[in-house]
Each structure stands twice: as C-alpha cells, then as structure tokens.
C-alpha cells in the first residue's frame, strides 16, 4: 500500500457490561475461559477461582473500538503476520447477555518495531497493525505465548498492616519459635488512676518458646514484613488430597495472631516438580480456605528462620 489506512478493526461492537464470557484460545486447544458472576469475574478454566478485576477491565476496554492500520488482504501472506489456519494465532471470543458469541479478534505476532500487533477478523483476510498493547493484556510480553489462567487470577494470599501482627510462631519439623511483640508503657502521671495505654506504634521482639530471651528487632521484623503481603505465582487443583502436595500435617507452618483477635496459619507443602532451576516454588495452604497456592522459594526463606538467624549481635 502506499499509505496507512487506520481503521476499526471488527464491525461488531460491544457493551462492556453486557460481556459475561471471555474465551482466549490459542495452539494445541489451550483455552482460557472467563466468566462474569454477579459481583465478581472468575477463571472456569482455573477451577473457578476469582480473576484480577483490573486485568478484565483492561482487556475489554483495548478490545472495545479496536483500530489498526491497514496491511494486507492477501491469504497467501497470512502466515507472514503469525495469522491464519497456517500460523498459532491467539484468538479471543467475547460472549454477550445471552451467552453468545459477539465479538471475535485473531491475534498474530508484534511488528519487527513498535509497540501493538498484527490482528484480524477470522471472517475476511484483512490484516490490521494495532498499536494497542493486546497481547501485553494477555501476559505475553514478548509476543505470542500459550495463554495462562494465572495471568488474570486474583493471586492475593494475605494482606495487613505491620502493626496489626503482635505474635509469630515458626513450626518447622520438631522446632518451634514463639515471638511475641512488647510495647513500651508510659509511667503514669503522679495522681492519674487509669492506667496509661502502651504506644503500640513501637515494639521489641520477645521469644516466649523455647525459652524467653530478645530477640534482635530489625531481623524478627523482617519476617512480620515479609507476612503482610503474600502473593502468590499460580494455583492448582484444589480437589487434589492433600498429602500430595506435602500439605498434611506440613513440616513447616507459620501461625500469627492479630490484634483484633484473629489468627492466621500459613502451611509450607512440597516443592511443585517442574519448577524452573534456582527457588523453586513451593505448594502452600492457608486457614482461609481450601485454595491450593504456589509460593515462590525466595518468600518462603523470607519467612522460616533458625533460632541463630534471629538473636541480637554480641
């Protein structure tokens, strides 16, 4: 062509709010399947489980409109442009308010420079160069991929506050570290009857088990941050038992009491067979629910402790 042509990309339109299925399929019959409840998104091709609201958001907005540069219409060169019966193109299906399909976008590879990615309508030849970032909200950063269930789920474990924790315990195999925290309490002015109220804005660390001694702060804090935020990189099967994934009666648990009362357990399992060298990832469980969790080895290490990793310096 001897000029750009910027155009929408499908004839069809959408309602946001009336999309109650998203289907991505890719090579070898690999599907991601999303579906919309009355509250929240969740992944049926992941068990169900509840998928990142921001990440479904994003999608649907790049998808809605859709516009590209015109390429080609050329079957012979579909493939050029990672399109086609003779290409894996990524294809996405949008379903509407009575489950059916609306919308359908074929995905082929990013150009040689610039952001975006070639697409078409699977109905006609014609190749759009989008310079929307699709296949980044499909987690395919570098171009396309087998498209993943854990891109889009919600893998939030536990979050809180630093200073709602007020006591850890780290059971690991027949050892067992208790800690809890100590507030400084103001003396009490001269004549006052009530008793002041410790500032619980500053602590030291205490072990109450095995036996009682300080602890150095900075090292037990360390831990107590590392259990604010736990996120995990994936799940798998829940229905699975669990001592096959080391969950029964675990070696290594870690259990923290809060200061509105509640409590927390965190169960380490086995390390997951296929994990990449270096870390690894381990199957963990929490009290919470029956969610199996992959927690990444670094943030396992960043919570169980020896003894000698937590006493003050001489």
Not at 103 to 114: A, H, M, N, Q, V
Request: charged share 25%; with cysteine.
């Amino acid at each position: 062509t001897s000029a750009s042509d910027t155009a929408q990309v499908l004839s069809s339109t959408f309602v946001t709010e009336e999309i109650n299925r998203v289907l991505i399929a890719g090579a070898d019959s690999v599907e991601v399947i999303l579906e919309r409840l009355p509250d929240h998104w969740v992944a049926r091709s992941a068990w169900s489980h509840p998928v990142e609201q921001r990440k479904i958001d994003e999608l649907l907005t790049d998808l809605d409109g859709l516009s590209g540069q015109y390429r080609s219409d050329n079957p012979e060169i579909l493939v050029d442009y990672g399109l086609g019966p003779d290409a894996s193109p990524v294809t996405i299906t949008l379903f509407g308010a009575e489950w059916e399909p609306i919308y359908t976008l074929e995905i082929g590879r990013k150009p040689d420079s610039g952001t975006g990615a070639f697409v078409r309508d699977p109905e006609n030849n014609a190749v759009f160069l989008t310079r929307a970032n699709i296949l980044g909200k499909l987690g395919m950063y570098t171009g396309l991929a087998t498209p993943e269930n854990k891109f889009f789920l919600d893998l939030a474990v536990y979050k809180c506050e630093r200073t709602d924790i007020e006591t850890i315990v780290l059971h690991q195999g027949d050892q067992t570290l208790s800690m809890e925290k100590v507030f400084a309490t103001p003396e009490p002015a001269e004549g006052d009857s009530i008793a002041p109220v410790p500032d619980r804005s500053t602590w030291e660390w205490v072990l109450v088990e095995p036996e009682r001694r300080p602890l150095a702060k900075s090292k037990v804090d360390g831990i107590m941050n590392a259990l604010t935020s736990i996120r995990a990189s994936d799940i798998d099967d829940p229905g699975t038992p669990m001592e096959e994934y080391g969950l029964w009666k675990a070696d290594r648990r870690v259990e923290f009491a809060l200061a509105d009362g509640s409590e927390f357990e965190l169960r380490i399992g086995a390390m997951r067979d296929d994990t990449a060298e270096g870390q690894g990832e381990y199957y963990v469980m929490t009290s919470q629910d029956r969610t199996i969790w992959m927690l990444s080895g670094y943030k396992v290490d960043q919570i169980f402790k020896d003894l000698s990793d937590l006493l003050p310096e001489s």
